[in-house]
């Protein structure tokens, strides 16, 4: 397997970029929806980010990535027979779990091992992807091609942190928390309302069209292909850097505060905007909260909302018939009017 590109040698991309480490340091977001153009870094950056966050300690063999702490009761190697020791702990890297297109349910919830159930007689259950996504990532490309109940069934195992297996005889229940990551080309079709508002961000990426920032792209990638470890270790104290400041968010989010009249001012948005629920003004808070804490404060600002509500809003605004301007420009005129004064419901 190839090693990553950094995620600090991505070149422009910056709501992207935002959007992924505030989800590493927040996972109750609700994960990341990545739509645009091919060849716009989707994928290298998802990749680049599992890559640099710290490691995750767990049991030797264990394939729900329990905490060593917390053993599941589904885990046979943190849960071992009486008067057996579970094995050691060992640190590794937080898992990132590509869901192809064409996975079965059974695949991605686990099912009965037939193989043993047929040749020992014994009920055993293989754990699926959502197991091995436990407290790290996973990865759907051109989620928009997937079969809507499969992304309904992900969508809930990542709003709940659980998989629950009811079949086949079979009783599992396992912790599915994992940072859900979608990325897609609008041009191949388009995801359901309901499941748009399921994810907690969503960013459009297009190619770049700054001449300088292209050629930077071409080097970099060229230089990253003709020698990756040379490459990977000329950015590697930059994408520490970006790692150490993702801990240092995680220790200080629950800190965070959001003064009264920021949140009065995102409740106002939301209502001028139509959002359908509260799922935007909360996420919009979460957001924020993991925003300044990335930023080492800890109080949130309006500046702080300004600039994230685009990626949480524009993908829950209703589609407006007469307005063919689009999402961003009818979140930019709302907040244009916060900022002359006339944004007070």
Request: charged share 25%; net charge neutral; glycine share 8%.
């Amino acid at each position: 397997m190839s090693k990553p590109f950094p995620f600090s040698a991505i070149v422009a991309q910056q709501a992207m970029k935002q959007a992924l480490l505030m989800a590493a340091v927040e996972p109750l977001l609700g994960g990341v929806l990545i739509f645009g153009d091919r060849g716009t870094g989707k994928s290298t950056a998802v990749r680049a980010l599992a890559e640099l966050l710290p490691k995750i300690e767990t049991r030797q063999g264990c394939r729900y990535n329990c905490l060593p702490n917390e053993p599941q009761e589904a885990c046979p190697v943190c849960t071992p027979s009486k008067g057996a020791k579970p094995p050691p702990v060992v640190k590794t890297r937080a898992p990132m779990v590509d869901l192809p297109l064409g996975a079965t349910e059974d695949r991605v919830c686990g099912a009965l091992d037939l193989e043993r159930a047929l040749v020992a007689g014994e009920k055993h259950f293989e754990p699926g992807l959502l197991a091995a996504a436990n407290r790290g990532f996973l990865y759907i490309d051109e989620v928009n091609l997937l079969e809507d109940h499969l992304v309904d069934l992900l969508l809930d195992a990542a709003a709940s942190g659980v998989n629950m297996v009811e079949r086949e005889g079979l009783s599992i229940r396992h912790a599915a928390r994992f940072i859900l990551v979608g990325s897609g080309n609008p041009e191949e079709g388009d995801l359901r309302p309901q499941l748009l508002d399921r994810f907690g961000l969503a960013v459009d990426v297009k190619s770049i069209d700054d001449l300088d920032a292209r050629i930077e792209v071409i080097r970099r990638r060229d230089a990253y292909e003709t020698d990756p470890d040379a490459f990977r270790a000329s950015w590697e104290k930059r994408d520490a850097a970006i790692g150490t400041k993702v801990v240092k968010a995680r220790k200080i989010l629950r800190q965070v505060q959001i003064p009264d009249s920021v949140m009065i001012r995102m409740s106002q948005l939301c209502l001028r905007l139509g959002i359908d629920g509260m799922r935007g003004e909360l996420t919009l808070m979460r957001a924020c909260r993991a925003a300044a804490a990335l930023d080492g404060r800890t109080e949130v600002s309006w500046d702080d909302a300004a600039e994230i509500a685009p990626m949480v809003l524009c993908h829950r605004l209703r589609r407006d018939p007469l307005d063919d301007a689009g999402s961003a420009p009818r979140i930019e005129r709302a907040l244009a009017s916060f900022h002359s004064g006339n944004g007070h419901a």
